[in-house]
């Protein structure tokens, strides 16, 4: 049998991607997360000031290695909880590649929180912001007689967003919603429906911290993701906390990919964590994983870590164990 040249196999990789990934809307208003659970403000406003220190996270992720012009995605966010204990604040921006396909999202997010009980909080959010989507077929061979719009096409367009959520949680549990952006079918530009398929997203998320013993915590947690006119995207994952200082774990993306996580909480003030996903899909035979790498600066004494006199926390409950989410 005559082997196919490597890199006549990577451009063909490289179209069928494309043209999966716009013909069922490449422009998903949320990338795609292994850690998610560190990343919540990226996609719900109501989490931003449930923090109990302000934080600082930069997150990249690497898709597919192996295939040219496969998703880059590079997130910079910040959650702001106010000192009367009851508002936050957050900003994020978020740059997500794909072939000749980018876009930049940027969002700032507002959240206020009620008590519903002692020890139980009800947080509602609120964001506002764009996106930029810019194409540029000049960057690689994708002329095609029947799509004009593959020869040579550059073009930059924006478009608003906004997006609420909300977040219930407590020391040692947690549920939410969001939806990235209300603000579908308003673009009435025919350059950006060409690739631009808006549909309303839906995000829930939740998980929850047992206390085996004194240095050994576990937190399965998961995160459903729903398209309009698509499937539920479903991702699984149990994390163990050793020591309040190594996190290892495990996550499945149901009908994608497993994945294996680690962390390690360099200092008080700074996390470093880090996931690999193996595709079990076949495009999993033509690429080596995914890889993503998250950091968490904490702002102020303490971080997220918890003290061993278990201190009281801003709203004088007393931290027997520690969120890390």
Known sequence: ????????????????????????????????????MYNIGSFNPAYVGSVEKADISALYRAQWIDIDGAPRTLRFGTNI?????????????????LGPTSQTFFDVAYSFQVNVSSDTYLSFGIDAGGGILDIDFTKGNFEDPDEPLLNNTVFNKFYPTVGAGMFLYAEDWYLGASVPNFLTGITKDEEI????????????????????????KFKPAFLASYFEGLPFRFDLSANFLINDIFTVGAGYRIDNAVSGLAGFQISSGLFLGYSYDYNTTSLGQYNSGSHEIILKFFLGEGGNRVKSDKSKNKKGKQIDTPRFF
């Open 1 to 36: 049998m005559q082997m196919v040249p490597k890199h006549i196999k990577r451009s063909f990789l490289l179209t069928c991607l494309f043209v999966v990934c716009t013909s069922i809307g490449y422009a998903q208003l949320e990338p795609q997360y292994t850690q998610y």
């Open 81 to 97: 909880p106010f000192s009367n204990g009851k508002n936050g604040m957050g900003f994020n921006v978020v740059s997500d590649q």
């Open 193 to 216: 429906e060409s690739f631009f398929n808006d549909r309303i997203q839906v995000n829930v998320i939740g998980g929850v911290v047992f206390e085996l013993s004194d240095n050994l």
